[in-house]
């Protein structure tokens, strides 16, 4: 506690020497601190990201895909066939925090979206695929519009990158679905019945 409290503090008194020693610390929440600091010092280099993304412990893995979501650099799609869902979750989220990149990995959340065992996954694959509007990732979108509840309503959300027949009428399912917060989202895009369009 005391290691990682320390890692911390760095980040806000301009030790940088600290923060980067304390990022091979053996206890995976001081290296995470240290991660954040030496972000917090705009010291986090390119080589600090990738190391952390090969971190042993997920909540580093983690750590180092949020801070990387806004830079084109390093690579995350490696990180969507990590072990760890917590890991494939927030690699999911990142692909679709980055700017258009035309290496986004729009096959491999296509197949997380609509095959992964965690429906937590699935929904994060989804809300990128929306995000990042690639014309592939529509039929997993409209596939995840017979999902579980909360994956429903992210596909609703996710739908608005799109147009046209399929779209509509899976907008139309949306304002009966069974769940409220669904039928919720297709309003909060669309407006009441009668006034979308």
Do not use: Y
């Amino acid at each position: 506690m005391a290691r990682r409290k320390t890692a911390g503090l760095a980040g806000f008194s301009g030790d940088i020497t600290g923060a980067r020693s304390a990022a091979t610390d053996p206890d995976p929440s001081v290296r995470e601190a240290a991660l954040r600091s030496l972000d917090r010092l705009g010291s986090l280099s390119e080589n600090d990201l990738d190391q952390a993304l090969a971190d042993p412990h997920p909540r580093v893995r983690v750590a180092a895909i949020e801070l990387a979501a806004p830079l084109p650099l390093p690579p995350l799609a490696p990180l969507l066939h990590d072990d760890d869902p917590r890991v494939v979750e927030m690699a999911c989220w990142a692909c679709g925090e980055r700017d258009v990149d035309p290496q986004a990995p729009i096959a491999t959340l296509v197949n997380l979206a609509n095959d992964h065992d965690d429906p937590l996954v699935r929904e994060a694959a989804v809300a990128a695929l929306g995000a990042i509007g690639a014309p592939e990732g529509l039929p997993a979108i409209l596939h995840a519009t017979t999902d579980k509840p909360a994956i429903r309503r992210r596909a609703v959300l996710a739908l608005a990158a799109f147009d046209g027949p399929e779209v509509d009428a899976a907008w139309a399912r949306a304002r009966t679905d069974r769940d409220r917060q669904v039928r919720d989202a297709v309003e909060e895009l669309l407006g009441p019945t009668g006034v979308d369009g």
